[in-house]
Every structure is written in structure tokens, then in C-alpha cells.
């Protein structure tokens, strides 16, 4: 029996964000001296053992990061595709046209992170030149995860009345505040090092910030789901049950 939309939705965002997690703490576990504030999360996925822009590189599992990287990428399209499946008063993306921006959003999120685990910021790929497609991955990646939170929540926030219920409000709201929060740790990622005196955090942080925030998103979109799914199945036992007192008192 096929699974329905609403749990492939659910089930790839939630193991997505846990699979990231999971892979990244047992990395770096592994890397010797590590830094979740210094070192960049794609420095676990470098195979090579180096000095590279100041940081030592050193990431024995690199092979479990870079699978971490491209199966999230896959979860990510995955889920959002399901979702975009779902009834129109249930979907995290909405009408017709708005469900397919938030499928482009999907599907860049999802190409831009698989970059990131086909290419690595390296000394190897500055000198052949591939390291612009792991810039470029990362960069479309955190922009578009982001953007696609921030969307989600404004078309979750623009239903109906009829549509709406405080849950479905809430996460309409924590969505834009998710996405826009890792919105600004990518300008900060960018413009801290670069622009300030004093670098406010290091750039570690601001890239986790960037990342967690998109992570965070989907672990709230997978469990709306679930709710949604739940609500739709109560209504409609509801609405039968209702429907056969109806017949009984009518024979």
C-alpha cells in the first residue's frame, strides 16, 4: 500500500534534519580539534588532510558528511514534491502558483547542497577550479532553504479564516522568523569578516545559524504535517460519524 503525500512529506523533512545533525556531530567527533565556532560544516567533508585558509583540516569521516549532505538534498525535494501533492487547504505551500515557487526554492535548496557534497572547499579544488561550484552550492543552498521557510509561512499566514487555526498560525509565523533569522546569518557569514573591525561571532556560528535555521524549519514543517494529517483524519471520522447518527435517525 502506497504511503499517503502527507507522511513521505513528513518523514523525509524530519530524517533530513536528523540525518544533518546526526552526521554532523559523529563527524566531527572524528576530526581532531574541531570547532562547531571556527571551523566551517563543509570542512567534515574535505578528504584531504591539510592547512587550508588557516584552518587545519583533518575529517576521517568525510565520506559520511558528503553522503549527509546529498541525501539531505534529496529529502528536501522529496518532501517538498509530497507536499505540493497535498489539498489545497492542508499543503505547506498553498495555490497552484505558489506551490510551484516554493518547488523551484525546493528543488535549488536541494541541487545547492548536493553540490556541497560533490565539491569541497579544498586547496585541491581552488587549484582546479571546482571550488566555485561548492561556493556557489552553499550559497544557492542556505539562500533558497531559507527563502522556501519564509515563503511557506507567508502562505500559511494569507489563508482564509475558514483556513486558519492557531496552530496553523504559529507555524506560519515561526517559519518567517526561522527563515529570515537564517537569511540574516548569511549576510552576517558574509558581511562580518569582511566589513567590521571586530568580528561579532565567529564565522562558524554565523554559518550554523544560516544552516540550523533551515534545519529547524523542516523539523516544524514535518511535524505540521503530521498535525494537519491528524486534524483531516479527525474531521472526517467526525463527519461520518455524524453522517450515520443522521441516517439512523432518518430510518
Partial sequence: MRPPQSAIAASCWITAAALYLVAEAVSASAFPGYSYATNYIS?????????????????????????????????????????????????MTGRPAARRWFTVL????????????????????????LVV???????????????????AGAVLLRRTPEQHDRGTRWVGALSIVLGAVGLVGLVMLVVDPAWTTV?????????????????????????????????????????????????RSAA
Fill in 43 to 91: 570542512d567534515l567533508g574535505v578528504p584531504d588532510t591539510e592547512v587550508f585558509q588557516g584552518r587545519a583540516i583533518d575529517s576521517p569521516l568525510h565520506l559520511l558528511m558528503n553522503t549527509a549532505f546529498v541525501l539531505h538534498g534529496v529529502l528536501f525535494v522529496v518532501a517538498a514534491l509530497a507536499a505540493r501533492t497535498l489539498a489545497p487547504g492542508s499543503s
Fill in 106 to 129: 525546493a528543488v535549488a535548496h536541494g541541487v545547492g547542497i548536493v553540490l556541497v557534497g560533490l565539491f569541497h572547499g579544498s586547496q585541491a579544488s581552488v587549484e582546479n577550479g
Fill in 133 to 151: 561550484l561548492h561556493v556557489v552550492g552553499a550559497a544557492v543552498a542556505i539562500t533558497a532553504g531559507n527563502t522556501a521557510a519564509v515563503f
Fill in 199 to 247: 568580528d561579532l561571532l565567529p564565522d562558524g556560528i554565523w554559518e550554523r545559524v544560516a544552516v540550523y535555521a533551515i534545519l529547524a524549519w523542516e523539523l516544524l514543517a514535518g511535524v505540521a504535517v503530521i498535525r494537519a494529517a491528524g486534524l483531516r483524519r479527525a474531521a472526517h471520522l467526525h463527519t461520518g460519524t455524524n453522517g450515520r447518527r443522521a441516517e
